[in-house]
């Protein structure tokens, strides 16, 4: 089998000789076994330091090493895509461009996936990660994923992963396709497999974890059963609107509650009730508006020039 190893970096110019050091030793040792061959792809994601310069140091690596840069950030996902629409193979190799991820957990990977799996993803089970800002946040996330979802794993965050080319072109790529990835294909009949992988502490470099990718993951789970067919993220913008005037109509929900149970306060004579209802309504109208502009531009950008994301390209 041939690999395509994507990996995507946005400020980590120091962390591209360690990493660089480890997918080469990982693919000089895989290639030598049944005449396995390897291709390395790094996106900067417009990144704003030397992140760029330092990976143009890479052209010497002896595997064939792609280098692509956004002219501006847009987003993992989308640096991911640009990478596979570079690749030349059929089988995807996913990491994370921090160190975190460990290149060295590939191997026993790529065994696994050879047996037959059309997805191995990693699973770090013991994170090295802050407890309460990421690992506590993260473990309500999978559990809430796996709640709503026929997907069984432990970690469906991971960027560690391996995986058939054609499940991409499988129209699952909608917003941030990556983090949910195999939730997002979980009602389909594709073979995953969840390997414990090695999961270290970052050492160089700035986070780039916010909390807005809770409110994305909680609308990714609203739309995975409806819509699984777009490519750019706006049913997020609509969709954080949406939750929000969910929210407002809880609260006025509550204190509605509150006025009648504990101040007497006849509800005719409020305008409470009504707006519940707008409320609700609003959120749904949000939904709905998001779910449209995204059918939209689904058929719109189907043959999306890549010219007009991509600043630099290079290769050795």
Request: proline share 2%.
């Amino acid at each position: 089998m041939n690999y395509s190893i994507i990996v995507p970096f946005f400020n980590e110019e120091d962390n591209i000789f360690q990493i660089n050091e480890e997918i080469n030793n990982i693919t000089a040792k895989y290639s030598l076994e049944q005449k396995r061959n390897f291709e390395i792809i790094y996106v900067d994601d417009g990144s704003e330091d030397n992140t760029f310069e330092e990976l143009k140091k890479t052209k010497n690596n002896k595997c064939k090493t792609k280098l692509i840069r956004h002219n501006k950030n847009y987003s993992q996902s989308s640096a991911i895509l640009t990478g596979i629409k570079f690749s030349i193979y059929d089988n995807l190799i996913f990491l994370d461009g921090d160190c975190q991820n460990d290149p060295k957990d590939i191997g026993k990977m790529i065994e696994i996936y050879e047996e037959g799996f059309d997805v191995v993803n990693g699973w770090r089970k013991d994170r090295k990660d802050s407890f309460f800002s990421k690992t506590l946040p993260s473990k309500l996330a999978n559990f809430v994923v796996r709640l709503f979802t026929k997907s069984k794993l432990h970690d469906h965050g991971c960027s560690l992963k391996i995986l058939k080319k054609n499940i991409v072109d499988y129209k699952i790529t909608w917003g941030d396709f990556h983090r949910l990835l195999s939730a997002r294909i979980s009602y389909d009949n594709w073979k995953i497999k969840e390997v414990v992988v090695n999961h270290r502490p970052r050492v160089h470099g700035k986070s780039n974890y916010s909390i807005n990718r809770i409110f994305r993951v909680i609308i990714d789970l609203i739309y995975i059963n409806f819509f699984r067919n777009s490519v750019r993220p706006t049913i997020y913008f609509f969709g954080k609107f949406g939750l929000w005037s969910f929210f407002g109509a809880i609260l006025t929900f509550l204190y509605m509650l509150y006025n009648k149970f504990f101040k007497g306060i006849d509800l005719d004579g409020t305008p409470l009730p009504i707006l519940i209802v707008f409320l609700i309504f609003v959120g749904f109208l949000f939904l709905f508006i998001g779910l449209l502009a995204q059918l939209i531009i689904n058929i719109s950008s189907n043959d999306k020039n890549l010219d007009n994301v991509i600043r630099e390209k290079d290769e050795n």
